[in-house]
């Protein structure tokens, strides 16, 4: 639905959640975003009387929930290789019956590989940039020359613009591959979209208002997302037909993927032609004082700690998504 009409909460009792662990940090490239992530989380369950405790990585969620300490796990570990978006937590959880937060095993595993995921937006006639898988040792000119200069260059299963790099000069080529190379797993580059960056929250079955981001500076790197101050968020980020066509085209993307729960959906919008160009989706977005779902609740009413409990109302029968 894209109406932004949310059902009303179901449980007013926080002690029906049972003791519920956080899981954060880990050790994905993505550790001090999801340590800030969870932090949030912990509060705002706590601030509601929900019984909340943080687990910082697998081993320790694997040593608690094999000796029965929790009832279900709110998880905010992003990225791969020991964050939990990959799937290996959501296999983890289904294996022992621990009821859990956000995509399962499917969704969570597909949309961490940016590649596999445009390939199945393309098969269903889904927008998304032209790009290149890159091997190791491939000439990564003639690739470029095949897209088409300017081009994004980036490892395909990271997030939080870990290893990106626009480029526009063949010279510079080199130079990002090998900062995406530093990184496990294939590299992706893909057309570089000149147009605006927006962002479409996914709660339950609601696509939540666009998020226009402008960064203060060229592009919306690392630095504008987690640590500059400058950076503006319009929200919604459209209006009228393109809100609409945004949100719809985002929730598609979603379902697509076989993503459920929550999640984020980055899109950009071409400032020549007016399309949207589907980018990825993160199925464990972040929860900082920077990040994108949380704005885009607000615009609706729904306050942090009201958003944490909808995301925790879905691990529980009947939950909304």
């Not at 290149?132 to 990564?140: A, K, M, P, Y």
């Not at 945004?246 to 993927?257: C, G, N, T, V």
């Not at 980055?266 to 989706?281: K, P, Q, T, W």
Request: hydrophobic share 40%.
């Amino acid at each position: 639905m894209i109406d932004g009409i949310l059902p009303a909460l179901r449980i007013a009792d926080p002690a029906k959640f049972g003791r519920v662990a956080v899981l954060l940090g880990g050790t994905s490239s993505e550790r001090e975003v999801s340590l800030d992530s969870g932090r949030n989380v912990l509060e705002a369950l706590r601030s509601r009387g929900v019984a909340a405790v943080a687990v910082d990585g697998i081993p320790a969620l694997v040593e608690a929930l094999i000796a029965q300490r929790f009832d279900r796990v709110f998880n905010v570990l992003h990225g791969q290789h020991g964050g939990g978006e990959d799937g290996v937590v959501q296999g983890l959880m289904e294996a022992l019956g621990v009821p859990y937060t956000g995509a399962g095993v499917l969704g969570a595993a597909l949309t961490m590989d940016k590649i596999r995921t445009k390939q199945v937006w393309i098969s269903l006639g889904l927008p998304t940039p032209h790009y290149l898988r890159l091997c190791r040792g491939d000439d990564v000119q003639a690739a470029a020359r095949g897209l088409g200069l300017p081009v994004i260059v980036k490892p395909s299963c990271e997030g939080s613009s870990v290893g990106v790099s626009r480029v526009f000069d063949e010279t510079d080529l080199e130079g990002a591959v090998a900062l995406a190379a530093r990184y496990p797993g294939e590299l992706l580059m893909e057309q570089l979209i000149r147009g605006d960056e927006l962002t479409v929250g996914i709660l339950g079955e609601i696509a939540l208002p666009s998020i226009r981001i402008v960064p203060r500076g060229e592009w919306y790197d690392y630095n504008a997302k987690y640590i500059a101050e400058d950076t503006q968020y319009l929200c919604p980020g459209l209006d009228g037909q393109a809100e609409r066509e945004i949100r719809q085209l985002s929730l598609a993307a979603f379902r697509a993927a076989g993503a459920s729960g929550w999640g984020r959906v980055d899109v950009m919008r071409d400032h020549a032609s007016g399309r949207f160009y589907l980018l990825e989706i993160n199925t464990a977005p972040g929860m900082t004082s920077h990040s994108l779902v949380p704005k885009a609740a607000r615009q609706l009413g729904i306050d942090f700690e009201e958003l944490c409990w909808r995301i925790l109302e879905q691990t529980v029968p009947g939950g909304q998504g």
